[in-house]
Nanobody, 123 residues
Framework: QLQESGPGLVKPSQTLSLTCTVS??????????WSWIRQPPGKGLEWMGT???????FDSPSLKSRTSISRDNAKNTVYLQMNTLKPDDTAVYYC?????????????????WGQGTQVTVSS
């Protein structure tokens, strides 16, 4: 089971920090690659980035290097940081796990998919 958590409301230009904690399983054995995907209101899913089992990361070019994904295997947790937030970053943010490279927003590519956490960017 995945549980995303975060601040809920963030002001423009601030940095967002989200946490994805896996319970009842392991981020090193139940799935190897962990991704963040988001869905703005009224829009489709958008893949943001992926971290591999070795710690390498792949980031969406559309986010222009504003994101950083990391993982703590001992804590069974994956993190997302995103800087210079804008109102357009308002979305539900999902954490997802896959057995192989899944640089996609297609839920069918993932074996684990969180419930999502709402992030609103507003002053």
């Amino acid at each position: 089971q995945l549980q995303e958590s975060g601040p809920g409301l963030v002001k423009p230009s601030q940095t967002l920090s989200l946490t994805c904690t896996v319970s009842g399983g392991s981020i090193t054995t139940n799935a190897y690659f962990w991704s963040w995907i988001r869905q703005p209101p009224g829009k489709g899913l958008e893949w943001m980035g992926t971290i591999t089992d070795s710690g390498s990361t792949f980031d969406s070019p559309s986010l222009k290097s504003r994101t950083s994904i990391s993982r703590d295997n001992a804590k069974n947790t994956v993190y997302l940081q995103m800087n210079t937030l804008k109102p357009d970053d308002t979305a539900v943010y999902y954490c997802a796990g896959s057995l192989d490279y899944a640089l996609t927003d297609n839920p069918r590519s993932y074996v684990y998919w969180g419930q999502g956490t709402q992030v609103t960017v507003s002053s």
